[in-house]
């Protein structure tokens, strides 16, 4: 029974290290960094794909949801709060232009005009979406 489970633990071993491994380029200047975030990523790339195949949705979506459920994560978990606490978000449209649009709670309440940004991507947008756009 020992000898049996010795070999699961090293089989398991060893699929594990083969698949983090990540070859690092000489000059990258975080290399640990640099192996994790392919490890991530890699790791995305298969529950997308395991869900396209159980019928949850396409691999692209389902890289997009994924990523952005990590991301949202990661924020909560630095800061402490999710990065629409005090906003309202509304979702409109201008000249047939679909916009976001952030307003802080208190300029609610302001009555006379508050300051505004305007803020134009560069588009590309291929992995994430507006949603996950905020940064």
């Not at 192996?35 to 890289?63: C, D, K």
Request: aromatic share 10%; with cysteine; charged share 15%.
């Amino acid at each position: 029974m020992v000898v049996k489970a010795a070999l699961v633990f090293v089989v398991a071993a060893v699929l594990l290290t083969y698949y983090c491994h990540e070859p690092v380029p000489q000059d990258i200047p975080q290399p640990t960094l640099f192996a994790s975030f392919g490890i991530v990523m890699r790791t995305v790339r298969h529950m997308a794909r395991i869900g396209e195949y159980l019928g949850i949705g396409t691999e692209p979506h389902n890289i997009r949801y994924i990523l952005g459920a990590l991301i949202n994560a990661g924020v909560k978990l630095r800061t402490g709060m999710s990065y629409r606490e005090g906003l309202e978000c509304t979702d409109t449209t201008f000249d047939g232009v679909r916009v976001r649009v952030y307003e802080p709670v208190s300029a609610g309440q302001s009555s006379g005009k508050v300051p505004g940004l305007v803020y134009i991507h560069g588009g590309g947008w291929v992995m994430l979406s507006v949603r996950k756009s905020w940064q």
